[in-house]
């Protein structure tokens, strides 16, 4: 089994369960994907400092929670109180940019040091550094596991092209890097899985590439006017469907998962997307948060509820009370919702049933815990 990432401040690998005010409440085995779009950067990667993952799994306290950072680690374990700093060259921790947990391994891709970091999710200590020719990395973004095996999407630094690299979880070998014109690549830098299926977002090619995980054979790549793709990023399976969100378009379309056909476009002045950066389903609906805001100011950032059966607005959440302010990403964990405001340095905790806040994470208290806000979290 595998979580999702969390992209949070600058400096550590946290390990813990009750971290700050929220209760310790742990996620979903699968959960899925909060990606981010390069937001018009001029290279397609995933707008975050660094990441964060939930591992319910049997090897580890449930509910335990990873962060990285820039260049360094900590590891966090509450049940004894103990803080480590995991850092130095050995770990190979590099711009790290995107993190799952497969079981008892954690993966941590490093844009900078073109690999990846496994580290024991029990422990901390690094199991090894994954990098060299075999692995083809050039820029690793983004990761999902499938069955025994890890894929990581790599955009490379210029526009055009890119790899999806397949790798053995267990051992870490490289099993086959994919690329070239079959694959249809223009800058993978997301990935969602489904059943021996691989969704891949590709960035500038303003399309999805769907694989087959079994033969590493090309399936088809969604794509065309219809969908209305515009620097894509976020995506996210909810039931039948692929839902992926336009930063450029302000839209999220919707895609048939198994036939790749185009369900709707979702877009309108009423759904208030405005630069959509994440997306999380819950339940029978979607949750998406927006970087950029109309006003720009802490009270005038909202979270759009969204029917994944419909595609109608559920409701939009806003308001000074639940202090959004530049918000990141999401994370989902039972029924409630955390959002993370970067230039709020806050996280907002969420009813997700209801809309209803719970509490906003703030303040100096935050500081003293094992990571701190100060810097602006970058999603969950």
């Known amino acids: 089994m595998f979580t999702r990432t969390v992209a949070l401040t600058a400096g550590a690998l946290v390990l813990g369960t009750n971290i700050g005010t929220a209760p310790p409440s742990p996620l979903p085995a699968l959960a899925q994907a909060a990606r981010l779009p390069h937001c018009g950067l001029s290279t397609p990667w995933p707008w975050r400092d660094s990441t964060i993952a939930y591992a319910p799994t049997a090897q580890v306290p449930v509910g335990s929670r990873y962060a990285t950072h820039s260049a360094s680690a900590k590891q966090y374990m509450p049940a004894r109180g103990d803080i480590r700093v995991l850092s130095g ?20 891709a490093n844009s900078d040091g073109n690999s990846l970091t496994e580290l024991n999710a029990s422990t901390g200590k690094l199991v090894r550094v994954l990098r060299g020719i075999p692995y083809g990395f050039d820029f690793p973004v983004g990761m999902a596991v499938s069955g025994d095996n890890l894929f990581v999407a790599d955009p490379g630094r210029k526009p055009g092209g890119g790899t999806v690299t397949q790798l053995n979880v267990a051992s870490g070998a490289a099993a086959r890097v994919l690329s070239g014109p079959a694959y249809r690549f223009d800058s993978p830098v997301a990935l969602a899985p489904r ?18 995980t079994v033969t590493a054979r090309f399936v088809r790549v969604v794509s065309g006017p219809a969908y209305k793709f515009d620097n894509p990023g976020p995506i996210a399976l909810s039931g039948d469907d692929l839902f992926v969100a336009n930063s450029g378009t302000n ?10 056909a185009l369900v709707r476009v979702i877009s309108g002045s009423a759904y208030q997307l405005t630069g959509p950066i994440a997306i999380v389903p819950s339940g029978q609906d979607l949750f998406v948060a927006d970087y950029s805001s109309a ?26 009370a639940y202090e959004f302010s530049t918000p990141t990403a999401l994370a989902l964990s039972g029924n409630d919702l955390f959002v993370a405001n970067s230039v709020g340095d806050s996280v ?20 003293r815990l094992p990571w701190n806000f100060d810097d602006g979290p970058r999603g969950f």
Request: charged fraction near 15%; proline fraction near 3%; glycine fraction near 12%.
């Open 251 to 260: 839209s999220i379309t919707e895609v048939n998962a198994a036939t790749g």
């Open 348 to 367: 907002t905790e969420l009813n997700a049933s209801t809309g209803a806040l719970v509490r906003v994470m703030s303040g100096p208290r935050m500081s």
């Open 295 to 320: 006003s720009g100011s802490s009270g005038g950032h909202a979270l759009s509820e969204i029917s994944a059966t419909t595609g109608s607005l559920v409701r939009v959440l806003s308001g000074r």
């Open 195 to 212: 059943g021996n299926d691989m969704f891949v977002v590709d960035a500038y090619g303003q399309s999805v590439t769907e694989l087959n």
């Open 89 to 108: 060259p050995g770990y190979g921790l590099e711009q790290p940019v995107d993190m799952v947990v497969s079981e008892n391994n954690v993966f941590v």
